[in-house]
């Protein structure tokens, strides 16, 4: 019987440290590439997705900047991460191939669409937040200002406002993709999932209280398409077949 030499096992985890090493710069290159094209429309990015609290605002009222580096930071960091979700599919592609070796030809199969699908529902994610989200929750925020307060949102408060919406939607955009997958793993069934319904609704209403800033609307507004999502991924996992659970 061949003993498994330790320098061998050594070698190989370097190399795949390595491997993860180059997979990460060049996704980071690519980042900072897609950054150095759209840096120059900075202003331009920031503007649009300023739309839908301008367009809300009463007439004469504008943003403001209450820190004198605002108005150069808050477009740069917007950028930057408009240009890491630009570059995603790439990121990815990037994990997929440093771990595709490790993987059965069955689970090939099953993660290049999961892949796929995990990056639309993203991207879906950050569209439902600014088209459906955005305007109803603006919408009720500047028709309540009490009389005699000036609505003029800061812009660095209003960038960390929507960036945490986004990141909130996009993550719970991922939820039947992690339904297929715990089934898939066999670390529960879909008939177990179903049966649990009432208190995974109520995890994703705690779910929309902590990832969304502390009102109602945009809490509800991601708790209700999260528990939505999680019975599209129910509904899917009928079409996968599941690992025997462990015992």
Not at 208 to 234: H, V
Request: hydrophobic share 55%; net charge negative; aromatic share 16%.
């Amino acid at each position: 019987m061949t003993e498994n030499n330790p320098a061998d096992n050594e070698q190989t985890l370097v190399e795949h440290l390595l491997e993860l090493r180059s997979r990460l710069l060049k996704s980071l290159l690519v980042v900072l590439l897609i950054f150095m094209v759209m840096v120059f429309f900075a202003n331009d990015l920031y503007t649009f997705f300023a739309l839908p609290i301008q367009s809300l605002l009463p007439e004469g009222s504008t943003m403001i900047a209450t820190e004198v580096t605002s108005p150069f930071f808050a477009p740069f960091k917007l950028t930057l991460i408009l240009s890491a979700f630009a570059a995603a599919p790439y990121i990815l592609y990037q994990l997929w191939s440093f771990i595709a070796p490790a993987l059965y030809h069955n689970e090939k199969r099953l993660a290049v669409p999961l892949f796929a699908t995990s990056i639309a529902l993203f991207y879906l994610g950050i569209a439902f937040a600014y088209y459906v989200v955005f305007p109803l929750v603006f919408g009720f925020f500047t028709s309540i200002a009490p009389e005699g307060i000036a609505v003029t949102p800061d812009i660095n408060s209003y960038l960390s406002f929507i960036l945490k919406l986004f990141f909130a939607f996009g993550i719970a955009f991922e939820i039947p993709v992690a339904t297929v997958l715990v089934i898939k793993a066999g670390m529960t069934t879909r008939e177990s999932l179903a049966q649990k319904r009432p208190y995974i609704v109520v995890m994703c209403f705690i779910f929309g209280m902590l990832l969304t800033p502390p009102d109602m609307i945009s809490q509800s507004l991601l708790a209700i398409p999260t528990w939505l999502l999680f019975e599209m991924g129910l509904f899917m996992s009928g079409f996968i077949k599941a690992e025997e659970p462990a015992s």
